[in-house]
């Protein structure tokens, strides 16, 4: 069709779509991620609100066809240097971080990773899970081909010995190309709260408070513990969960007003789906403030929560945990607005529905092409009427680097950001 | 058959979706035991890169001919699998999935062992099927680049400026007579307040006078026909006795008109004359003679419009006009409407003067409204400085049949408080709710600020208002929880958010476009996640808020994504399409001539000097109801001949280990989407059905029927979709007199009529799909079981 | 129900004459009020109370969202005002920034104008206008104080007190009654 | 080290006199200068605030006014009650002039003015910024290691963050490494920085008695030899409402409070009788036996 070609950045389930959609209409599409493996957050999910959908299901079939779409350059583990031109003549410079793996050769069958003896916590796992110095982020990665994270690597080299596709070079080098693209997708997603900073939760001094994406973790069948969902402090099975709503969100302190309109689903369907993993039944209660069940299918969702899967909801921000030095279960103290009862219940297990933040990747694209952004750190859109155009021309965004929403509204935003971008491109 | 079938069996645990309930590792040991089967494996995720990998590594080293997927179900992943065996070489519909998600883990969680069973028959019916699958060539349609967007308001305009912009002719089709839609209506949009018109009314001139669109207002769909790339819509322009031409919105006819008749635009409460434009800002600017109310038409009278007219445009006998269009993609977006809540009796709308609804309150707010943007309570016409919104009228209600939240109400009264209190900072403001649902980018904001001006939120659903006779006020009681106290607050007007309605032509118009509705009436979306824009038929996507209710941004990203979709198509330039089609076998057919009554798209013509049907290939959608008619067999379906599906029959009755059984005859469009969604649900149902899939109810041959009851079977279910919703339009009226027929066949042959059962579920009725299994297992157990000598034959 | 009916407390629901709309604005125009119409009533405040926890009637969520209703008389006379330990624990947890305990203080500033305090606050604040000490000073203090060596307690400059207190008006409302000084 | 104006407040010279006592003499050896102020009034803590938020302000403005007279910039208060007075008085009218200028009017009245320059720091604050934990290491004589104390910092010398501004938690605070200095350890034991209900006292007894007796439960659970705090109404809260708590509810606690200059005094070397230790009700004797 065109010589023209579209840069996406952030390879999460909406660069993934942008991808695709641009690369459908015949346009060449470089689709660059700073992590090793495309998938971003939502990979690490075990299912998906409202339909419990599985995940992986939905994810890595899309996963498969942009690696394999003949119109889809894909950059994994390889961030964007340098910006410059204007609407349909970007000049982009991206450097391909050293992997000290050769690409080519390596089949990802994973007998390096047998033998290397250095572990470390895996990130991927929300630091639950551990992985090696030579590792894929989780077994269903895009590109299936290993990195070696040379942080922790000892470099004794068993790896290298070990490959029979001779893939493992120490000596490679850190690569940068240039292209030329007529537009550009913003699509690098969010981070996680960083619930430390409310203190009176006790997360990070209490080992059985954890946030919704280590729980997700625990959840998920290719997760450190396959599914089973333990207590970190002592691996017991919890029986008592309680889930907290609007932790750092509606939170004028911590400079974050804004709902993250998704932590009141995902709490949800982490309260039934905790419910469906533990053999013997559980007791979940989501203390929340509003229960905001906006979307389609959403109320029924609320609703079936309570009637068929039993999940307990009480009305009120807990004012504070306190642990149990010796059980380590948590006392949750907190006032029932409905009856003006106060409890102070005791929880073998605390999960924080922590808000959204813009991620690291959205402040670090943004020294490069420093865009207005509001006041936490979103990308602003021109207008009301044009929701995926940001203030330059011919740079578009979708999914929560433009404010929070959940997987269907980022993945139509990444098609609407795919047609302005392909306009563009011809 | 050319070369001997060699089956690849992949069991998939789907993480713990099958793997916590179906022993997938014991399947695939069963299957590695089935006739032609090489390879038999197990694997964590099928669908991803590894899963795939197998599978293509499995093909080409084994060289299989056939593949079978026991995952999750086929309207999920099947594209997915067939591009894959393709990858290798390998024809598409040599390719067949086992639904043991929906069908079996998700539904059947208490009961593993069973389900497990349940799972080695589904694999053994699949092996059975796929040693009689064949390759079938590519069936490609070019794709016309022309589009239809259905629906005017601000999605569709959107959908229209998008798919314009990018080189496609788009047809933009409005009810009404002009475009704008339910956001020209509107005052100031949330949460900035910016003003709604002034956003709308540049797309709507863009959309007027675009080059590549073609406006067709005051117009409806009457007919579609075709397939993807190839749409014939037939639209009925309904006459507005003034020629579109000559008249360039001058108004005297507007003035001159005697008839005073309420304007629908303006909810009723403003005025307007028989000839009309919606509102000022119209696009396109052209005056509209309503025949109903009209004095020339009911009484032969008057005509002054017609004799002022500078431009002699009014011509009273203008006809109703039906032009026909050849598109490649439509885009619904038909949008919504609102509740009437006058069924609510505690609340007095339309019994109290003062009680109004939150478009009411838009309109009187805008300043081209009634009131001309002076909030006036219409009782006495006062300003009301008490004022009080009560959220939720008729949404998340069970009593009045919409359970959903309709996602914009607490937004909306929010907005309107803060306009309130601008004009009238010591003005009482209440908000009833139950949740304040603030949740997009800028709404905690305002929310925010509606607290800081001093509107008061109480939580709590308003239980009831009565009206104090002697002042017009409305007495409001209401227990607010916050405080733990019943309330009973005397207000001056009373505001009720109410819910967004899918519109009422929605069903006809799912009819017309072959697609299907959703549980709470909205049309219902291909996947959520994996594919928020498109329906199930290819080639018709949707946007907005004719999907379910959401705000201004939200609808105008979908109706972008759904051109991007719609462009992704017709930029292609052809699309791969079905190749399940029939075929008649010329020595078998005697000429009866029976199959032409049947298909409902005259897709089978009789070559007359052969005296033999013959099937025109491209017409031809694939229903299968001609090949059940035909009383020579002489008609062979492809990828669903006769022989695949009595294989599968005889497969599922072969060492029972559970009795009753039931075989189950679904359709791929309305009860098998069913039975998805009952797994989706999770509604459980005992283990004793083993369900079939074919394209349409009207596939199933008495033959299949009563082969299943000789070869032992308990019972036998024939589902597919109620009657006017079938995707082939008349396919279920055929399965409903075969129906008929077999009942008496089955009592003479001796055999107790109950154990045959049609039932019509929908794609949106998973819950009926469960209870009906459920009835079938208890009615059948209380059955003595079937005579031996049916088995002996 | 062993012997006879079950005895039900009936009240009437809070009628609109019942509340007084302009309350919140009053509180508001106060410097430590300034913020309680910022309250969403999660409750965070009491979940964290020392108070709350024991006594089911002290409740500062209660107390806000009765304020920000108009329930001026509840709140005023009620008493529980003064029931709260100013510890300010619900001041660093609220998420809108809502000065809880300022905001009680300034209803107890208003309740104290309207005449109801605990005998208790007005004794010392009477104390403190007449001698210059929150509680009387006894002969015992000034003789333990020498025993460790400690000067006597030292004088306090009452008359510039007494002069700053009639000029702010507070004496006006503490001798309303018997009208002393 | 600068010069602090040192401003006893009313309850410690009347009620606990013992803390008086060893705040001179360890300020003494720790070379911290501190210069008498007089002709005070009350600081008007919350309990006068509560009448009266202008009276609360001008009495504060005219007692830190004298400070400013004196040619000091730092005010030292050992009573947390004082403390949070005072400091509230002059983060307000430091920063917003409007009211200082109203507070002023008042203050002419008196002859006196305040311009909006003093900074209040509490007695423990100062021991831990100005002296410093080593210093305070080196002078121990007789460490006292032997000992396990629960901390009881007391409300208002942390809280509200937004006027006060120390960064705690309940896991860590100052007091513990100030604590540590001395050879004893600081115990972590449950809501140890939840309140004592003090300024309840003859509001409500019930509620004062309820909550002293869940956290001397707490300090039982924790197993603490005693309690320490750094404010008069805890300490009196802790030594004269124990025998209370313990009369009403009939049970044993029998846990001595120290202040924490007192608990400075004894790492000193200096004596009971000098530390005016007799003057507590519950005795100290079980105490100074175990760190001999």
Redesign the interface.
């Given at each position: 069709m065109s010589e023209k070609s579209v840069l996406v950045i952030g390879a999460g389930v909406t660069g993934i779509q942008a991808a695709l959609d641009v690369a459908n209409q015949g346009i060449k599409t470089y689709l660059v991620e700073k992590t090793p493996s495309v998938g971003g957050h939502m990979a690490q999910l075990d299912k998906t609100f409202p339909t419990l959908d599985c995940s992986a299901c939905i994810l890595t079939p899309k996963m498969v066809d942009v690696a394999r779409h003949p119109n889809i350059e894909l950059l994994t583990y390889s961030e964007v240097k340098e910006v410059s031109g204007a609407a349909g003549d970007f000049t982009v410079k991206i450097e391909t971080k050293p992997r000290y793996i050769d690409a080519t050769k390596c089949t990802g069958c994973g007998h390096c990773a047998l033998h290397c003896p250095v572990e470390v916590l895996n990130d991927f796992d929300e630091n639950i899970g551990v992985r090696r110095a030579i590792y894929v982020p989780f077994p269903q990665a895009v590109p299936l081909v290993y990195t070696i994270d040379m942080d922790n690597c000892i470099e004794c080299e068993l790896c290298k010995n070990i490959c029979e596709a001779e893939a493992v070079n120490f000596d490679q080098e850190s690569e940068e190309i240039e292209v030329n693209v007529g537009s550009i997708i913003l699509a690098t997603g969010y981070d996680l709260f960083d619930a430390t900073k409310l203190k009176n939760y006790g997360y990070g001094s209490y080992d059985n408070v954890l946030s919704s994406l280590e729980f997700e973790r625990l959840l998920s069948a290719s997760g450190p513990a396959g599914g089973h969902v333990f207590r970190l402090s002592d691996g017991k099975i919890p029986r008592r969960i309680a889930f907290l709503q609007c932790v750092g969100s509606r939170d004028t302190e911590h400079g974050m007003p804004y709902c993250s309109r998704v932590c009141c689903m995902y709490a949800i369907k982490n309260a039934i789906l905790a419910k469906d993993h533990i053999h013997g039944g559980c007791e979940t209660t989501i203390f929340y403030i509003d229960v905001r069940a906006f979307g389609k299918g959403f109320e029924e969702f609320y609703q079936n929560s309570q009637i068929r899967f039993g999940v307990k909801f009480v009305r009120g921000k807990v004012g504070e945990i306190a642990e149990d030095v010796d059980t380590n279960n948590l006392i949750v103290r907190v006032e029932d607005t409905e009856t003006g009862q106060l409890f102070e219940d005791e929880f073998d297990m605390v999960v924080l529905s922590s808000g959204l933040v813009p991620s690291q990747g959205s402040a670090e694209i943004n020294k490069i092409l420093n865009l207005p952004i509001d006041q936490y750190g979103f990308f602003e859109e021109l207008n009301r009427i044009s929701p995926v155009d940001t203030k330059i021309e011919g740079v578009y965004m979708a999914g929560v680097c433009e404010s929070v929403k959940d997987i269907p509204d980022g993945v139509g935003q990444a098609s609407a950001a795919a047609m302005r971008a392909s306009l563009k491109a011809i | 058959m050319e070369e001997e079938p060699r089956i690849g069996v992949f069991v998939c645990h789907c993480g713990l979706n099958i793997g916590a309930v179906v022993d997938a590792k014991a399947v695939a040991e069963y299957a590695a035991t089935l006739p032609n089967v090489i390879v038999s494996v197990d694997n964590k995720y099928t669908c991803s890169d590894p899963g795939q990998e197998e599978i293509k590594k499995a093909v080409k080293n084994e060289s299989l001919n056939r593949v079978i997927v026991a995952s999750c179900s086929p309207r999920m992943h099947e594209p997915t699998f067939r591009k894959a065996v393709e990858e290798v070489g390998l024809n598409k519909y040599l390719m067949e999935m086992v639904n043991i998600r929906e069908h079996v883990s998700w539904v059947h969680m208490q009961e593993k062992e069973k389900a497990t069973e349940k799972a080695k028959d589904l694999v053994r019916m699949a092996v059975m099927r796929a040693a009689l699958l064949q390759a079938l060539p590519k069936k490609e349609v070019t794709i016309l680049d022309r589009a239809l967007v259905i629906g005017g308001g601000v999605t569709g305009i959107n959908a229209a400026l998008d798919l314009a912009n990018q080189g496609f002719k788009t047809y933009l089709v409005e009810k009404t007579p002009a475009i704008g839609g339910y956001m020209a209506m509107l005052d100031k949009t949330f949460p900035t307040l910016d003003c709604s018109i002034c956003i709308l009314a540049p797309m709507m001139v863009d959309a007027g006078n675009h080059p590549n669109i073609e406006l067709l207002t005051y117009s409806e769909i009457t007919k579609v026909d075709g397939f993807v790339g190839n749409f014939k819509v037939k639209v009925k322009k309904k006459p507005r006795y003034v020629d579109m031409d000559l008249c360039n919105g001058c108004g005297d006819c507007g003035e001159v008109c005697p008839v005073r008749v309420p304007n629908s635009f303006d909810v009723n409460l403003g005025k307007r004359g028989a000839a009309y434009v919606p509102f000022p800002q119209a696009v396109p600017l052209k005056y509209t003679i309503d025949s109903e109310n009209c004095l020339n038409f009911n009484y032969g009278i008057c005509q002054t419009c017609q004799k002022i007219c500078p431009k002699h445009a009014i011509d009273f006998n203008q006809a109703e006009e039906e032009i026909e269009i050849d598109v490649g993609t439509i885009v619904v977006a038909t949008g919504f409407e609102t509740y009437n809540p006058a069924p609510k009796r505690e609340y007095g709308y339309g019994v109290y003067n003062n009680v109004i609804t939150s478009i009411e309150f838009e309109r009187i707010k805008n300043a081209a409204g009634p009131t001309h943007g002076k909030v006036l309570r219409p009782s006495d016409g006062k300003e009301p400085l008490r004022v009080g919104f009560i959220q939720c009228v008729g949404s998340r209600d069970y009593r009045v049949g919409h359970e959903y939240c309709s996602n914009v109400c607490c937004m909306i009264s929010i907005k309107q408080a803060v306009q309130l209190k601008e004009k009238h900072p010591k003005a009482e403001v209440y908000i009833f709710a139950i949740d304040i649902r603030a949740f997009g980018k800028g709404f905690e904001e305002i929310y925010r600020r509606a607290r800081d001006m001093g509107v008061v939120f109480i939580k709590g659903r308003a239980a009831e208002v009565i009206e104090d006779p002697k002042t017009g006020n409305l007495l409001v009681s209401a227990e607010d929880l916050y405080v733990g106290k019943q309330l009973e607050i005397e207000l001056d007007m009373v505001v009720l958010a109410t819910a967004l309605l899918p519109r009422a032509d929605a069903k006809e118009l799912a009819q017309t476009l072959n697609i299907s509705l959703g549980q709470e009436g909205f049309f219902l979306e291909a996947h959520p996640k994996l594919r928020p824009v498109d329906t199930f038929t290819d080639g018709i996507f949707l946007a907005g808020a004719s999907a379910g209710p959401k705000d201004v941004p939200e609808c105008v990203a979908q109706g972008k994504a759904a051109a991007s979709a719609a462009a992704c198509l017709m930029a292609r330039g052809k699309i791969e399409i079905e190749a399940i089609t029939a075929d008649v076998d010329n020595e078998l057919c005697i000429g009866c001539e029976l199959c032409t009554l049947e298909c409902p798209y005259g897709a089978i013509q009789m070559i007359e000097e052969l005296n033999k049907a013959e099937v025109i290939e491209d017409v031809c959608k694939g229903c299968g109801t001609c090949a059940a008619a035909c009383p020579q067999f002489a008609i062979f379906m492809k990828h669903y001949t006769d022989e695949q599906i009595l294989a599968q029959v005889r497969a599922a009755l072969t060492d029972v280990k559970e009795r009753p059984l039931i075989v189950a005859f679904t359709c791929n469009w309305c009860s098998y989407g069913g039975a998805d969604l009952a797994g989706i649900s999770r509604y459980q149902y005992p283990t004793n059905a083993r369900i079939i899939r074919l394209m349409c109810s009207g596939r199933v041959d008495p033959t299949f029927v009563f082969e299943a009851f000789k070869l032992g079977a308990d019972g036998v279910l024939v589902s597919g979709c109620h009657i006017g919703d079938c995707h082939y339009a008349t396919g279920n009226y055929r399965t409903e007199t075969r129906y008929i027929a077999m009942k008496h066949a089955l009592k003479q042959a001796g055999i107790d009529p109950r154990r045959l059962r049609l039932e019509w579920v929908s794609a949106s009725e998973g819950e009926k799909f469960a209870s009906v299994i459920r009835e079938m297992v208890e009615e059948l157990e209380q059955m003595p079981a079937l005579l031996p000598k049916m088995e002996r034959t | 129900m062993s012997e006879g009916e079950y005895k039900v407390p009936i009240k009437e629901p809070i009628k609109t004459k019942d509340l007084d709309p302009d309350f919140k604005y009053e509180i508001a125009d106060t410097y430590l009020g300034r913020h309680i119409t910022a309250c969403f009533k999660c409750g965070a405040c009491t979940g964290g109370c020392p108070v709350g926890i024991l006594t089911e009637i002290y409740k500062p969520r209660q107390i806000i969202g009765e304020a920000l209703l108009g329930m001026r008389e509840k709140v005023l006379t009620g008493g529980e005002l003064w029931l709260c330990a100013t510890c300010y624990t619900c001041e660093d947890r609220c998420p809108q920034k809502v000065n809880i305990t300022d905001v009680i203080i300034a209803l107890r500033n208003m309740a104290f104008r309207e005449g109801h305090t605990p005998e208790a606050l007005i004794e010392q604040a009477r104390n403190m206008v007449e001698t210059g000490w929150i509680q009387k000073t006894t002969a015992s203090m000034d003789k333990r104080r020498e025993e460790l060596g400690l000067s006597r307690l030292p004088k306090m400059a009452v008359e510039d007190m007494q002069k700053i207190v009639k000029a702010t008006g507070f004496i006006k409302y503490l001798y309303k009654k018997e009208d002393k000084k | 080290m600068t010069d602090f104006a040192l401003f006893p407040g009313?309850?410690i010279?009347?009620?606990v006199?013992?803390y008086?006592?060893s705040l001179?003499k360890t300020a003494e050896r720790l070379g911290v200068n501190f210069v008498e102020m007089?002709?005070?009034?009350?600081c008007?803590p919350?309990?006068?605030?509560?009448?009266?938020?202008?009276?609360s302000l001008?009495?504060g403005a005219?007692n830190l006014a004298i400070v400013e007279e004196m040619g000091l910039d730092t005010m030292c208060t050992p009573c947390n009650g004082c403390f949070e007075g005072l400091d509230r008085t002059a983060t307000?009218l430091n920063k917003d002039p409007e009211?200082l200028e109203k507070v002023n009017e008042?203050?002419a009245?008196?002859g006196?003015e305040y311009n909006g320059t003093i900074t209040v720091r509490h007695l423990a604050e100062i021991y831990y910024d100005d002296v410093g934990i080593d210093k305070i290491k080196e002078m121990m004589v007789k460490p006292l290691d032997a000992l396990t104390v629960g901390i009881r910092p007391g409300?208002?010398l942390f809280?509200?963050?937004?006027v006060i501004g120390i960064d705690?938690?309940?896991?860590y605070f100052f007091l513990d490494d100030l604590i540590a200095a001395t050879g004893a350890e600081s115990v972590?034991y449950?809501?140890r920085l939840?309140?004592c209900?003090?300024?309840?006292?003859?509001?409500?007894g019930?509620?004062v008695e309820?909550?002293l007796r869940?956290r001397l439960i707490e300090l039982k659970e924790g197993n603490v030899d005693c309690v320490v705090t750094v404010c008069p109404l805890c300490f009196l809260q802790f030594d004269l409402g124990q025998k209370l708590v313990e009369r009403k509810f009939k049970e044993k606690y029998d846990l001595p409070t120290l202040t924490y200059s007192e608990l400075l005094g004894l790492g000193m070397g200096l004596s009971a009788e000098e530390l005016?230790l007799q003057?507590h009700r519950i005795k100290v004797d079980k105490l100074l036996a175990k760190i001999g």
């Open positions: - | - | - | 009313c309850l010279p009347t009620r006199p013992s008086e006592v001179r007089e002709n005070l009034t009350c008007a919350v309990g006068v605030l509560s009448l009266d938020y202008l009276t001008s009495l005219r307000i009211t008042i203050l009245e008196v006196k409300c208002h809280r509200p963050i937004e705690y938690s309940e896991r972590y449950k809501h939840r309140c209900g003090g300024l309840l006292r003859n509001v409500s019930d509620i309820g909550i869940k005016g003057t």
